[in-house]
Antibody, heavy 118, light 109 residues
Framework: QVQLVQSGAEMKKPGASVKVSCKAS????????ISWVRQAPGQGLQWMGW????????NYALNLQDRVTMTTDTSTNTVYMELRSLRPDDTGVYYC???????????WGQGTLVIVSS | QSALTQPPSASGSLGQSVTISCTGT?????????VSWYQQYPGKAPKLLIY???KRPSGVPDRFSGSKSGNTASLTVAGLQAEDEADYYC?????????FGGGTRLTVL
């Protein structure tokens, strides 16, 4: 069965960086992309970007493109999302999800809590 | 501010139907047939209910249906059940971008 397993919770200080991993299994990794979606406490879902597991091509949300980098490692079926220059309003749960280029997301990871606080 | 506009809340009685709207622009909802709907319970990851405007993944009850007219997509939940009480989000392809609605809290009375 399709599984996306994310790395554990992180606590960071403002200005630092965080790198969240997402290991995929149960399907042919390079046939799909991975989307990243975040959710601030008590708030809605925010699309962060998408990476093709096959080519590594990326689309980033315009409001994050200067601070986010998504990469893929096909040898371990793992995708990484790094967010730099963290601010307190980056606090939230970060989800990786199997996503098509049309932005349909059919399987979600368990989420990774990132807390940014001094 | 979310790219797509949803009503913050909706409600209906057990057994009734409720429709949730999702309004975008011709650059997202109106321009492509790639609208999805997700259900989310508190503390859980979202679940895909509808994709490509009207399609249901296997396992999703046919009580859930989607449609689109112009720049507005809609999710209809028929025969409301207690377990339908959750948050619902729409999403759309928007070229190089993606977009979610702000979410709708559905209350089953």
């Amino acid at each position: 069965q399709v599984q996306l397993v994310q790395s554990g919770a992180e606590m960071k200080k403002p200005g630092a960086s965080v790198k969240v991993s997402c290991k995929a299994s149960g399907y042919t990794f390079v046939n799909y992309g991975i989307s990243w979606v975040r959710q601030a406490p008590g708030q809605g879902l925010q699309w962060m970007g998408w990476i093709s597991a096959y080519s590594g091509n990326t689309n980033y949300a315009l409001n994050l493109q200067d601070r986010v980098t998504m990469t893929t490692d096909t040898s371990t079926n793992t995708v990484y999302m790094e967010l730099r220059s963290l601010r307190p309003d980056d606090t939230g749960v970060y989800y990786c999800a199997r996503g098509s280029i049309t932005r349909t997301i059919d399987y979600w990871g368990q989420g990774t809590l990132v807390i940014v606080s001094s | 501010q979310s790219a797509l506009t949803q009503p913050p809340s909706a409600s209906g009685s057990l057994g009734q139907s409720v429709t949730i709207s999702c309004t975008g622009t011709r650059n997202d909802v109106g321009g492509y047939n790639f609208v999805s709907w997700y259900q989310q319970y508190p503390g859980k990851a979202p679940k895909l209910l509808i994709y490509e405007v009207t399609k249901r993944p296997s396992g999703v009850p046919d009580r859930f249906s989607g449609s689109k007219s112009g720049n507005t997509a809609s999710l209809t939940v028929a025969g409301l059940q207690a377990e339908d009480e959750a948050d619902y989000y729409c999403s759309s392809y928007a070229g190089s971008q993606g977009a979610f609605g702000g979410g709708t809290r559905l209350t089953v009375l």
